[in-house]
């Protein structure tokens, strides 16, 4: 398995439902970020969390980080169809002298009205 | 605030051809990054540069190439078109090359090699 690896593959819920996407990574990340991708579109940046914090929020959106399980999850708490998107996530590595974003296969999600 | 823009919006080549994609970025931003990203698959890493330099490069073979223009726009030439290369390229932003800055990317360029 890779660097970043979300689960479920894809996801299909009803509006006003909890939705949770899983991310798993296997070396030492510096954040771990999350983006959505509505299809045939470019990816828009959702929330950074950085290693040493355990949890974000914004609006809707609840990210969590184990950094003792290499583990991130993404909550979209009371859904709605606009939320029908594609999410992934990326870890923050170190790779030489530089770091690098490395990018999970991502989570597709159907928000049914 | 204009966001990251990108053309052409679709370009359809055949293979043996080359391809020239352009991206502007956001005002202010100084690092731009290239991703391809095939039908159903996540992002493939292409090409960091930022200041003018290339900074790192994805596991790509050398057909694939840019640069960044001192206004820090870019390009990304890819040579040789297979039909493998059939994609979405992505274009995204950020300030500096921290990567505790998050990416702001644009609507991509979607290549079809005939």
């Known amino acids: 398995s890779q660097q970043g690896e979300e689960d479920p593959q894809a996801l299909s819920i009803q509006e006003g439902e909890n939705a949770t996407m899983n991310c798993s990574y296997k070396t030492s990340i510096n954040n771990l970020q999350w983006y959505r991708q509505n299809s045939g579109r470019g990816l828009v940046h959702l929330i950074l969390?950085?290693?040493n914090e355990r949890e974000k929020h914004s609006g809707r959106l609840r990210v969590t980080l184990d950094t003792s399980k290499k583990s991130s999850s993404l909550l979209i708490t009371a859904s709605r169809a606009a939320d029908t998107a594609s999410y992934f996530c990326?870890?923050?590595?170190?790779?030489?002298?530089?770091?690098?974003?490395?990018w999970g296969l991502g989570t597709s999600l159907a928000v049914n009205p | 605030e204009a966001g990251v823009t990108q053309s052409p919006t679709h370009l359809i080549k055949t293979r043996g051809q080359q391809a020239t994609l352009r991206c502007s970025p956001i005002?202010?931003?100084?690092?731009v990054y290239w991703y391809q990203q095939a039908l159903g698959l996540g992002l493939q890493f292409l090409l960091w540069y930022d200041e003018g330099e290339e900074r790192n490069r994805g596991n790509f073979p050398p057909r694939f190439s840019g640069r960044q223009f001192p206004n820090y726009s870019s390009e990304l030439n890819v040579n040789a078109l297979e039909l493998e290369d059939s994609a979405l390229y992505l274009c995204?932003?950020?300030?500096?090359?921290?990567?505790?800055?998050?990416?702001?990317f644009g609507d991509g360029t979607r290549l079809s090699i005939l």
């Open positions: 969390i950085r290693s």
């Open positions: 005002s202010g931003h100084t690092s």
């Open positions: 990326a870890t923050d590595v170190n790779a030489g002298n530089n770091r690098k974003l490395i």
């Open positions: 995204a932003s950020s300030l500096g090359g921290n990567s505790n800055q998050p990416q702001h």
